[in-house]
Structure formats: C-alpha cells, structure tokens
C-alpha cells in the first residue's frame, strides 16, 4: 500500500450504490475514488489507466460480470486487489470470485464503516471475508458436491492442520491463538508458514484450501 490515501475504483451497476460509497470516503482522507465502472469490462479498462490499490466489485453486472473481472484484474500486470461487495443472499458466486484472485468479501447490507474498513484491510495487503459468510460460504460449497475434490493436505504439520481447519472456520489470529492456548505471535507464524507450505496467496486462499481438502464440513 502506498503512503497516501487508497486509491479505490468502484464496479457496481447501480449508481446509487457507486454515489453512496463515494459520498462516504469524500469524508475520509485516506481512501480516494479514483473511477467509478457499471460493467466488468469498464472496470478492468479503468484499473489499467488509473492504476488503483483496491477495486470494490459488484458480482452481477451486465457483459461481462465481477467474476471474470476479478480474474482479469488480479493476474494482469497492475495485480490489483480486489474486495467483493454484493449482496450474498442473491448470489452463488461468491465461491467462483473467491477463486479468480479476490482478496475480500464485504455484503452491501454490512456498516458503512465496516466496510471502510474493509477496504483499509485489503489494500493493507491482508485477505478478508465478513463476519457471518464463512458459514455460508461453507454451506454454498459443499452443497454443490461436483465442486469438491478432497485430497489431503501434504506437507504441514498436525498444529499447521488444526490452524488452516480453524482459519476455514473463520477464526482471526488472536482467537486461534486462544482456541489453540497458544501465542498470538506463534498463530501468527503458523499462518505464516501455511501460506508459504500451501504456496497461498492470502488467507481467503487458505480458506478455499480447508473447503477444499475437506478440513471444514458444515455440523451435523
């Protein structure tokens, strides 16, 4: 992240939700609208010229949608990062953006300061997900069985297991450390080592990968 304030394009096709963000961060100094796009396709136009730290992302937009624009938009040479902000009750591809390269995932019925905050956390470098999705993300997922190919996950220790099955779950690091009657800083480093063992970008990959393997099942 840059030492001024994040540069942050908006992609929604609603220009009440667009006019309405923009309203709010005009009072905050450190996040700065630099493009507003109502398509994929123009939103992946506008990170190219303007370059910005954070694209905000509405899933469902005409032509070509959020999913393939985040994919776009996080492999292409800029990298951007990417927070999705949607409604989730409506949608079923939260999974897939997750999958193309986003960083974070926000509902638009959330607080506005939550999701200031949101975007502050993704431009910082950190993955994010919403308080109250990961269960549903879970539910989502493993009730489409086709999407699941559990394999074991090679190469990390029993206590790295016990924390990417606690991270699918959406624990933070101070409450892993709780639940785990270990340091902060030691969550930390396990964290730290997940990402480099499991070659992960961020922790919402690390999320997809407990989905993945089968680590994180929804109760009984």
């Not at 694209?55 to 776009?72: C, F, H, K, L, S």
């Amino acid at each position: 992240m840059t030492a001024g304030p994040v540069r942050v394009v908006l992609a929604d096709d609603q220009p009440l939700v667009r006019s309405g963000l923009r309203l709010v961060m005009a009072d905050h100094p450190d996040l700065e609208v630099v493009g507003e796009a109502s398509t994929g396709a123009e939103a992946v136009q506008l990170v190219s010229e303007t370059r910005p730290d954070v694209v905000v992302m509405d899933i469902r937009m005409p032509g070509m949608d959020g999913i393939e624009a985040t994919r776009q938009i996080t492999t292409g040479p800029t990298a951007t990062r990417v927070l999705v902000l949607t409604t989730f009750d409506e949608d079923d591809y939260v999974y897939g953006t997750l999958r193309a390269g986003a960083s974070g995932f926000a509902v638009k019925d959330m607080a506005l300061h939550d999701i200031l905050a949101a975007i502050r956390v993704v431009a910082a470098g950190d993955a994010l997900i919403a308080p109250g999705v990961t269960r549903r993300l879970i539910a989502d997922f493993v009730g489409h069985p086709l999407r699941r190919s559990p394999r074991p996950v090679a190469g990390i220790t029993e206590r790295e297991r016990e924390v990417l099955t606690l991270i699918g779950h959406g624990r933070t690091n101070t409450e892993i450390a709780e639940d785990l009657f270990i340091t902060v800083a030691t969550a930390k480093s396990h964290v730290s080592r997940l990402l480099t063992k499991l070659d992960a970008r961020d922790r919402v990959q690390l999320v997809i990968t407990a989905y993945e393997t089968g680590l994180v099942t929804l109760p009984a």
